[in-house]
Structure formats: structure tokens, C-alpha cells
């Protein structure tokens, strides 16, 4: 079953990493998962009770150790942050 959340909120859900990105429902493997992937360093963050865990201890890395964000990744509003620059 999958993680049933309020659009309005998954908004303004960010990930707690370094990159504040938007967050997804389910997995790049499960889209069904209990969980929310981050679209740009694609930790997976579990939601336990219909509860997002956005904790970066609890988060589980991608095996891959990132994703591409060139596949999939294209409705994605990436542009938000526009901190590019290093
Ligand atoms: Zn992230």
C-alpha cells in the first residue's frame, strides 16, 4: 500500500540533508513503500503510522550510493534551490 500524504504537505517537506530537496513517495524500486526518497541524494526516509521519519540517522542510503537525476527526475522542480555554485 503506499504512503498515503497530503500533497500541501509532502510541498513542504524537504529532505534534512544538505540539499533540502524535495522528497518523493516510495522508492526508486517500490514506489508502493513505506517511505519518501529524496530527489537529490536519494536517501530513503521511512514514514512509520502514515509519519515521515526525516531524520538523516534513520535515512537509508541508495545502494548506488545516489541517483540519476537525469532519469525520472525531470518533473522535479531541482531549480528551488539554484545553489548550484559550490
Ligand atoms: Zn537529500
Same mark, same amino acid.
Given at each position: 500500500m503506499a504512503v498515503e500524504l497530503d500533497p500541501r504537505l509532502l510541498e513542504i517537506l524537504a529532505c +534534512?540533508? #544538505? &540539499?533540502?530537496a524535495p522528497l518523493r513517495v516510495g522508492? +526508486?524500486?517500490?514506489? &508502493? #513503500?513505506q517511505a519518501l526518497t529524496c530527489t537529490a541524494c536519494g536517501r530513503q526516509y521511512p514514514v512509520v503510522d502514515g509519519v515521515p521519519v526525516l531524520l538523516v540517522d534513520e535515512a537509508v542510503m541508495p545502494p548506488d550510493g545516489g541517483i540519476d537525476t537525469s532519469d525520472g527526475g525531470s518533473d522535479v522542480r531541482a531549480m528551488d534551490g539554484a545553489t548550484s555554485e559550490p
Open positions: +534534512p540533508s #544538505a &540539499d533540502h522508492t +526508486p524500486d517500490n514506489p &508502493d #513503500a
